[in-house]
């Protein structure tokens, strides 16, 4: 087909068809149709590449739609500009939970030794727990206390104490939720004795305080008022003093005046003998001069030296007043008190039991007989710690001359005063003396020994000299421990 060809065939298409008017609307629908079916037919293989080219059309728009180059895909993962957000605000807590592996466990172990005395108490159980305000054991009635540091206490608190374990009981109480006034101080002071009455009540027990505090604070208060009195009766006669004579003692005074001077007038008027007018002359100037002796500014000094005595005397017994209570404040016994770190603890092990004897030091005491007369001090000591040197134990072998006066109490106090042992050397006054003596039991039974044999030995040991005696150990202080012995 020419271009002449389809230009006729397309003209055919496009001008419509004479009809006559009877024709009607079905004529020139069907002569439409005839139309584009021989332009369809005419020109196929056009048609044919027009429909290839829109499918390749189409096909390239969805392909599009899924075929991104890396440029595009890392454009479209970029994040956004930054835009304004606004969103309500609420209060609240922001919190967050983090996961994280740890093994937890105790603090390393730690010795604790407290005072001596009876356990009364209050002992705690192998695997307890003792936090703050705990109390560890009860000794003589009283509570040892557990409260957080690392000072140990070695003195006994009370008001006006300054230090480094004041602050740290200050501390304490804070953390264990007693308010103990200023946090910085270290000074025992009134605030801190009234947390210390409120840590024992906590605890469940009274706060300490001396057995005579109430009656001096009485005395105290008494002594005060009398000095008040004191000062309110020096002011009332310095007071009388600076307000001059009173009206009696001045008309006294005008009256004495006027008496001399009538006299003298009535002297004079009779001619009297001159030297009695000149005596009458005389009382006249001296009845004038007491008067005018009152009209003076009094002489106040003696009345102002004593208000100066009684004021002093008030300042002193105020305080002595302050002394008083101070005294009946809240105290912190050092044996009451027992400071740990790391809290809380656990109870490992416990060495002692109810009604046991809590002792500071103990002394494991040899005696050996040298075979001379006399061992110098130099040479009559040698103590061992056992190989533990804070445990309180220790063993000291105490070497005597056979001349020697056994005297254990007075060696052991000379042991203290040459530093060989570290306590100190009036303790040793008030030591209470443990010594062991078995007592032989003969058993007809067990072999070894003849009987007559175990009766001689059981004779002669019941003989022998008795130990407490022999060192010299006082009586009232000294427990003999014994037990049988078969032989």
């Not at 604070?217 to 001059?244: I, K, P, Y």
């Not at 109810?354 to 000591?381: C, D, E, G």
């Amino acid at each position: 087909m020419t271009d002449r060809d389809a230009q006729r065939a397309l003209d055919e298409v496009l001008t419509p068809v004479s009809s006559s008017p009877d024709d009607g609307a079905d004529g020139a629908s069907t002569s439409r149709v005839s139309g584009w079916a021989r332009v369809l037919r005419g020109n196929k293989p056009v048609w044919i590449v027009a429909g290839i080219a829109v499918l390749s059309l189409v096909a390239g728009l969805v392909l599009g739609r899924f075929v991104i180059s890396p440029a595009d895909a890392a454009a479209n993962a970029a994040a956004p500009e930054a835009g304004l957000i606004t969103v309500p605000v609420e209060l609240g807590e922001l919190s967050n939970d983090v996961t994280i592996r740890a093994d937890v466990g105790y603090a390393d172990a730690v010795d604790v030794s407290v005072a001596e005395g009876v356990v009364t108490g209050r002992v705690p159980e192998v695997g307890a727990e003792l936090g703050g305000l705990a109390v560890a054991l009860e000794i003589a009635g009283r509570p040892v206390i557990v409260l957080p540091g690392e000072l140990p206490a070695y003195r006994d608190l009370q008001v006006g104490a300054t230090g480094p374990d004041v602050l740290q009981l200050r501390q304490a109480l804070e953390a264990v939720g007693i308010s103990a006034g200023d946090g910085a101080s270290d000074t025992f002071d009134a605030a801190l004795a009234n947390a210390v009455a409120r840590l024992y009540t906590e605890v469940g027990y009274d706060a300490p305080a001396s057995e005579d505090a109430d009656e001096s604070v009485r005395a105290a208060e008494q002594g005060l008022l009398s000095a008040e009195q004191g000062v309110t009766s020096a002011q009332r006669e310095l007071d009388a003093a600076r307000g001059g004579a009173d009206a009696v003692a001045v008309r006294e005074a005008d009256n004495a005046v006027g008496s001399a001077r009538r006299e003298l007038d009535a002297a004079r008027a009779t001619g009297a003998d001159p030297l009695a007018v000149a005596d009458l002359q005389d009382a006249l100037g001296l009845a004038e001069l007491r008067r005018s002796q009152l009209d003076r500014p009094a002489d106040t000094g003696a009345q102002q030296d004593a208000l100066a005595a009684a004021r002093s005397a008030r300042t002193q017994a105020a305080e002595e007043l302050a002394r008083a209570r101070a005294g009946a404040l809240a105290t912190l016994p050092q044996a009451e008190v027992l400071f740990l770190t790391e809290l809380p603890r656990r109870v490992d092990a416990v060495n002692v039991e109810h009604n046991h004897v809590m002792h500071r030091t103990v002394l494991i005491v040899s005696v050996l007989t040298a075979n001379v007369p006399h061992v110098p001090h130099a040479k009559a000591f040698f103590r061992d710690d056992l190989g533990y040197e804070d445990d309180g134990i220790d063993h000291i072998t105490v070497k005597f001359g056979f001349s020697d006066d056994q005297d254990l109490p007075r060696a052991l106090h000379a042991a203290c005063l040459a530093e060989v042992l570290d306590i100190d050397p009036d303790e040793m006054q008030h030591a209470s003396y443990f010594i062991s003596r078995g007592a032989l039991r003969p058993q007809p039974g067990n072999r070894g020994m003849a009987r007559w044999r175990k009766k001689l030995f059981v004779g002669l040991a019941h003989n022998a000299a008795d130990p407490a005696a022999r060192f010299g150990l006082p009586a009232q202080r000294t427990v003999t421990m014994g037990s049988d012995v078969e032989i």
